[in-house]
């Protein structure tokens, strides 16, 4: 097998597709190809994916929330909210991104290091002033490094909870800046009580790509004057309120008339 390779994993059920990144002392390094995962597997543990079967369910995932991009037009006009998006993964940032220019969202995209996004975030949502923003990248959970509740045992939550801080001393409302705050098994309840609207990951699992892009969207389309279905909203990303949970606050849209 060679890197740049489509794989699954055996010792997994060859549940999740990887694309090889890289090959070391008989090591090969992978990254997800649709959840923000990284792993590392031995040769005899890879099976190569031929694309022949849908094993995430992808396409089906991909109707359905492109199903829901279009708002309703009538003689009303619509303002939907900006999203600033920080991602600590350019390829995954790519997909957001284009994401949001079909839901016809004006946003932005900046590529970071995750432990280096709290000292910038002041600095850009100055530049910026977004009225949505998304911090996102990689995590994980390590079991052997302590509990579920110890920050120390993640390997960027305590970065994502920094920047959230940060945002909010920015602006500290959580209506006139909604954030979207975590990545894969990211401390979930810190993460809120550090100002986040919306954070993964609740019950610890794996999130999908466009999952922080999916809830921008909807709270980029939601209505300033109301508050938001947040079930409804939750349940609009891959897997549900398992890896995204989050507070109800109104939406980000203003409408106006006429068109």
């Known amino acids: ?22 090959v070391e002392d008989d090591i ?30 992808e396409s089906i995932f991909q109707e359905r ?23 600590g993964d350019k390829e995954y940032l790519n997909r957001c991104l284009k994401y949001y220019e079909d839901m016809n969202i004006a946003s932005l995209g900046i590529v970071e290091k995750e432990e280096m996004i709290s000292s910038k975030i002041t600095e850009l949502l100055e530049k910026y002033n977004p009225n949505i923003l998304v911090i996102t990248g990689h ?37 006139k800046l909604i954030i979207i705050a975590g990545a894969c098994q990211s401390n979930y309840e810190e993460l809120i009580k550090a100002g986040a609207n919306f954070a993964s990951s609740p ?24 508050d938001i279905d ?16 989050g507070i109800i606050t109104k939406g980000t849209m203003y409408m106006g008339y006429p068109r």
Do not use: Q, W
Not at 148 to 172: G, H, M, P, Q
């Open 1 to 22: 097998m060679n890197i740049g390779d489509l794989v699954t994993r055996n010792s997994y059920d060859n549940d999740l597709i990887f694309r090889i990144i890289d």
């Open 28 to 57: 090969y390094y992978l990254k997800g190809i649709n959840v923000r995962l990284f792993a590392d597997s031995f040769l005899d543990d890879l099976k190569k994916y031929d694309g022949e079967c849908d094993i995430e369910e």
């Open 65 to 87: 929330i492109k199903d829901k991009r279009e708002i309703e037009r009538d003689e009303y006009f619509y303002l939907p909210g900006k999203v600033l998006h920080i991602d």
């Open 139 to 175: 995590d994980a959970y390590y079991k052997r490094k302590g509990e579920v509740t110890d920050l120390s045992a993640y390997k960027n939550s305590i970065n994502f909870v920094k920047a959230v801080e940060e945002a909010r001393k920015f602006e500290s409302s959580h209506e």
């Open 203 to 226: 019950k610890r699992i794996n999130i999908h790509a466009l999952d922080p892009a999916i809830i921008a969207v909807k709270m980029s389309l939601s209505d300033i004057n109301k």
């Open 230 to 245: 947040l079930k409804n909203i939750i349940d609009s990303t891959k897997y549900g309120s398992n890896g995204i949970g």
